[in-house]
């Protein structure tokens, strides 16, 4: 069972749509979670980092955790054309391993205008 | 806004050949780090760096491969005897001021061995 599981998609909504995705993991003793868009060719971009079971909102970002379900959420709501990209779930057991990050698969998403 | 810096963007190479893909991490970060991604796969750890020493590695980070600060401002990862399963997106990121905290990654360089 691969420890982080992440629908590769692709994901393609209209523009203004609520985009919603999300990662399951095997490992209950990850505590840290955290959402990372990367476009073509780029490197990742942290846009969201959450600690405890529940939301965290930043703008049109959403983060949920359900550390029962070891389920994790992200929601962007007024899609754009520009939030075209692949959106990596990481997550860590500890901050003294920040930098050891184990990643989804990443999940594409394509925003029509 | 700081930056992770990597070089070259692209690097091509032959089979068999010794690379050294350079770093710059964000200046006053203390952690220093190596990830790949192979084509369609996922992002995956190779090393942690603190202190001038190897925290962490991983399965993948075999006798192959060497990491090395060897001044105050860049970080580079050596490949000894590349091989064609190499050929990957090699990421740098660094984290950390005056504590450790989230990571953040350079754009990568694109590792082609033929």
């Known amino acids: 069972q691969k420890e982080v599981e992440q629908d590769p998609g692709p994901l393609s909504v209209p523009e203004g749509a609520i985009v919603s995705l999300n990662c399951t993991y095997s490992?209950?003793?990850?505590?840290?979670f955290m959402w990372y868009r990367q476009y073509s060719r780029k490197g990742p971009e942290l846009l969201m980092y959450?600690?405890?079971?529940g939301n965290k909102e930043d703008g049109r970002f959403t983060a949920q955790v359900d550390k029962s379900s070891k389920y994790i959420s992200l929601f962007i709501r007024d899609s754009q054309p520009s939030d075209s990209a692949t959106y990596l779930c990481?997550?860590?057991?500890?901050?003294?391993?920040?930098?050891?990050?184990?990643f989804g698969a990443g999940t594409q998403v394509v925003v029509t205008p | 806004e700081p930056e992770v810096t990597q070089t070259p963007s692209h690097q091509v190479t032959q089979m068999g050949q010794e690379v050294i893909l350079r770093c710059v991490p964000i200046?006053?970060?203390?952690?220093f780090y190596w990830y790949r991604q192979i084509l369609g796969q996922k992002v995956e750890f190779l090393v942690s760096?603190?202190?001038?020493?190897?925290?962490?590695k991983s399965e993948i980070f075999d006798d192959q491969f060497s990491v090395e600060r060897p001044d105050g401002s860049n970080f580079t990862l050596k490949i000894r005897s590349t091989k064609l399963e190499d050929s990957a997106m090699y990421f740098c990121?660094?984290?950390?001021?005056?504590?450790?905290?989230?990571?953040?990654f350079g754009q990568g360089t694109r590792l082609t061995v033929v």
């Open positions: 990121a660094s984290s950390g001021g005056t504590g450790n905290t989230e990571a953040f």
């Open positions: 490992n209950s003793a990850f505590q840290y």
């Open positions: 959450t600690y405890s079971s």
């Open positions: 990481a997550m860590i057991l500890t901050t003294d391993s920040w930098g050891k990050l184990q």
């Open positions: 200046s006053n970060h203390l952690y």
């Open positions: 760096f603190y202190n001038n020493e190897i925290s962490e």
